[in-house]
């Protein structure tokens, strides 16, 4: 009988290993402010974790605002801006160092695959201590599509040289577990980017867990053993 194929974790990043969803919606309010877009905090909210892109392009829409090129990349750039400009704040969750450093030790291989560029992305990196020159990790500069397209997760699997299909995709938001569904790929959601449980699991969470410590208590639920 041949041996079980390992375990592949592919990791959302911001809400997931670090808290900085709060910060990204701050940092999209001062943004929008900026380049006189009124819109309520919450509404950033529940788009966060989508491609950059497809973000600004609804919420321009929802707005009714004319969208152009030159407005999309300046509000990149504002956002960027404003973000960088909470960097000291970025924290890794409970656990989440912990979480992969444990992967790491048993030879389970991940990675990281986030919608934001790595200009933003960069931050949480070094908040979480993840050398992007040793550790893969894939940014929407990197794809054609972000979240909720697969791409994202396709390009981290392949970066291990690993089967999509037996990935597990962890990730806080609605949009990390459509894109995980679209790739083939079991989802894990995790409650600390602000996204509810049954929110998650309508998505297509097979399991979800308060933060990256509850996930690494419970890591034989979801871990295949080789």
């Known amino acids: 009988m041949p041996a079980p194929a390992p375990t592949t974790f592919l990791?959302?990043?911001?809400?997931?290993?670090v808290d900085s969803v709060y910060q990204h919606v701050l940092a999209w309010k001062q943004a929008l402010d900026a380049d006189g877009i009124p819109l309520s905090v919450w509404r950033i909210h529940r788009k966060i974790g989508m491609s950059g892109g497809l973000f600004t392009n609804i919420l321009l829409r929802e707005t009714g605002i004319d969208i152009t090129p030159e407005r999309i990349e300046r509000l990149h750039r504002l956002h960027a801006e404003a973000y960088g400009r909470q960097a000291t704040q970025i924290r890794p969750l409970p656990g989440a160092v912990e979480l992969l450093a444990y992967l790491t030790e048993n030879r389970i291989p991940w990675a990281i695959a986030?919608?934001?560029?790595?200009?933003?992305?960069?931050?949480n990196l070094v908040a979480l201590g993840v050398?992007?020159?040793?550790?893969p990790v894939i940014t929407r500069d990197m794809v054609k599509h972000a979240k909720p397209d697969p791409d994202l997760f396709l390009a981290a699997a392949d970066k291990l040289g690993a089967d999509i299909e037996h990935s597990i995709v962890v990730g806080d938001s609605i949009w990390d577990l459509?894109?995980?569904?679209?790739?083939?790929?079991?989802?894990?959601?995790?409650l600390s980017g602000g996204y509810g449980q049954e929110e998650l699991e309508r998505a297509g969470?097979?399991?979800?867990?308060e933060d990256p410590a509850d996930l690494l208590r419970h890591i034989d639920e979801v871990a295949a053993r080789a």
């Open 114 to 123: 986030t919608s934001g560029r790595m200009e933003t992305a960069r931050h």
């Open 131 to 135: 050398d992007p020159d040793v550790t």
């Open 205 to 209: 969470a097979f399991r979800v867990y």
């Open 11 to 17: 990791f959302d990043l911001d809400g997931t290993l």
């Open 178 to 190: 459509l894109a995980a569904r679209r790739a083939r790929s079991l989802g894990v959601g995790l």
